[in-house]
């Protein structure tokens, strides 16, 4: 059974950094493309970036290009999301997803990220 379980989630002021996890499980995480996508309130979703394998290319919406970074531990199956000088129009719902944009196959519960003073 595939399980993507994120965390890290929180309360952040504008500026400040968190770093989101991804726990996966349920199929071969270290040839898979994973992506982020976030869903702000009263939005619909909004990929923010994917990572493909086996080279780990990486991507970026231009919303987030410069701020936050993806990555993976393959010996952990997890996946990151660095997130530095965060915006308050970055508050949303957080998902990762399994496969790259277009065609996931697999979605996280999500982890919500609130920006604000």
């Known amino acids: 059974e595939v399980q993507l379980v994120e965390s890290g989630g929180g309360l952040v002021q504008p500026g400040g950094s968190l770093r989101l996890s991804c726990a996966a499980s349920?199929?071969?995480?270290?040839?898979?493309?994973m992506s982020w996508v976030r869903q702000a309130p009263g939005q619909g979703l909004e990929w923010v970036a994917s990572i493909y394998r086996p080279i780990s290319t990486t991507y970026y919406a231009d919303s987030v290009k410069g701020r936050f970074t993806i990555s993976t531990d393959n010996a952990k199956n997890t996946l990151y999301l660095q997130m530095n000088s965060l915006k308050s129009e970055d508050t949303a719902v957080y998902y990762c997803a399994k496969g790259a944009p277009g065609a996931y196959d697999y979605w996280g519960q999500g982890t919500q990220v609130t920006v604000s003073s």
């Open positions: 349920g199929f071969t995480f270290s040839s898979s493309a």
